[in-house]
């Protein structure tokens, strides 16, 4: 039990989200559904994620134990030692490594990106240096998005790009509210997270511009995406958008409104993603809009219809 607290399961649930949405934007009209594939991305997603909460609770051991937020985690309390966390990060990311290289050297490329992004650039490099660290270490979300579309198709469509920068945005919004709700606990352990270092005033802009983009991405690809019903999408995701870009405005000037919005900002996540898939599951794209990796030949090999070959028969006679 302990060692699944420390993984942080609801960020795991949350990544592979993430991952099989790409998955399914890829799968849609190609032919029966991908179960094998959509499992392979969610174990190595899942694996991939508690193999980085490992290594990044390890480096972040001496700040979370100043933190009254972080100070019950089981490392800090020694329900884990640092040798039992290191051995299974090590389990987590070879396994996780393992299962993204079967679905293809893109899909694990991407998945590589995006561990190194989370545990190198974000927690080992930028956390403690600058305020602008968890921009900078936001590509985990959409590269786990992209790696999930692509262990089906490629090359990437263009509405995959977008909703995957609105991920990568989404990370950063997410993170600074939660910085803003957990203010004291930040200034206890010095690290510069933007809600403590900027002024409410420079923080509002960050919040309202990163909101007002994520908005304009998620709206931009369900646009690109189409499929029935698709203005209605449209007009659910952008409300929802007007809704976060309005909490971004007013959480820096009333902070007791960060724990509530920290909520509905992962909501909006699972609504627009929800939203993304509903409109490509409703579409049938033409297998030449991209190379079907995992079983594209099994799906072009499909029989032709009776009728269509007593049509072809007539004619060439």
């Known amino acids: 039990m302990s060692l699944l607290a420390f993984v942080k399961p609801h960020i795991d649930v949350t990544f592979v989200l993430v991952g099989v949405t790409g998955t399914l934007l890829a799968w849609h009209g190609a032919g029966s559904p991908p179960v094998p594939t959509v499992a392979l991305v969610a174990g190595s997603v899942a694996l991939l994620s508690a193999g980085a909460e490992c290594w990044t609770n390890i480096h972040d051991l001496d700040i979370d134990a100043l933190m009254p937020r972080t100070a019950g985690r089981p490392l800090v309390t020694g329900q884990i030692s640092v040798r039992e966390a290191a051995l299974f990060g090590s389990a987590c990311t070879a396994g996780g490594l393992a299962l993204a290289a079967a679905l293809g050297p893109i899909p694990l490329l991407f998945l590589a990106v995006a561990l190194i992004n989370n545990v190198v650039v974000y927690s080992m490099i930028t956390k403690r240096a600058t305020p602008w660290s968890i921009v900078m270490g936001s590509a985990v979300a959409p590269f ?41 606990d930040y200034a206890l352990a010095r ?48 409300l929802a958008s007007v809704v976060i870009l309005g909490g971004a405005v007013l959480v820096p000037t009333r902070e007791r409104l960060a724990g509530p919005l920290v909520h509905v900002i992962t909501v909006y996540l699972v609504l627009v993603l929800g939203v993304a898939v509903g409109c490509a599951l409703s579409v049938t794209p033409p297998h030449s809009a991209g190379r079907d990796v995992s079983y594209g030949t099994r799906a072009q090999a499909r029989p032709r219809p009776a009728r269509l070959e007593e049509t072809t028969r007539r004619y060439s006679s």
Do not use: E
């Open 191 to 238: 690290v510069p997270m933007a809600p403590l270092v900027w002024t409410k005033a420079r923080l509002t802009w960050a919040l309202a511009a990163s909101a007002l983009a994520m908005g304009v991405l998620a709206v931009g690809a369900v646009l690109d995406l189409g499929g029935l019903g698709h203005w209605t999408a449209v007009l659910i995701v952008g």
């Open 144 to 184: 786990t998005l992209w790696a999930g579309y692509a262990a089906i198709r490629v090359p990437i469509q263009p509405a995959v790009w977008l909703l995957g920068g609105m991920t990568g945005v989404w990370v950063f919004v997410h993170i600074w509210v939660i910085a803003l709700r957990y203010r004291d």
